[in-house]
């Protein structure tokens, strides 16, 4: 690969992991809220 090629796939792959941390940061936090060993901040 390219850099050109490698800089557009580690472009579109984090910006699909930023997308899937937003969704699920939330989600997860919830889960772990419910087990009072896990610290909240």
């Excluded at 090629?5 to 419910?34: D, F, G």
């Amino acid at each position: 690969m390219g850099h050109k090629n490698i800089k557009q796939v580690t472009e579109t792959y984090s910006h699909l992991l930023k997308e899937k941390k937003e969704k699920e940061h939330p989600i997860i936090r919830n889960i772990l809220s419910e087990y009072p060993l896990v610290e909240q901040k």
